[in-house]
């Protein structure tokens, strides 16, 4: 039989450092914990604070003097939004 996904990630290592850190470090006071727990949750922590990956939307090839304009559009408004399906 096979295992479930919840079994599998808690016999990941680095899953039971950040366990034994939250448990022992914080609650317990470790202080070797504490400083374990810094290194292992501070990248899931900054991922989460910084946000999604960025996505390739297109790749080009340009040759000697070529050049691209790259301009974001702005953002639509809930009003404009509103506007345009009570239009269609």
Known sequence: MARSKKAKSSLNPLNLAR???LYKGVLGGNRAW???GAVVWAPRVLKRMLGKNEEVVATEKLGPGASI???A???RTKADRERFT???
């Open 34 to 36: 504490l400083v374990i």
């Open 86 to 88: 009570r239009t269609k």
């Open 73 to 75: 559009l702005p953002q």
């Open 69 to 71: 304009l790259i301009t």
């Open 19 to 21: 366990h034994n850190a």
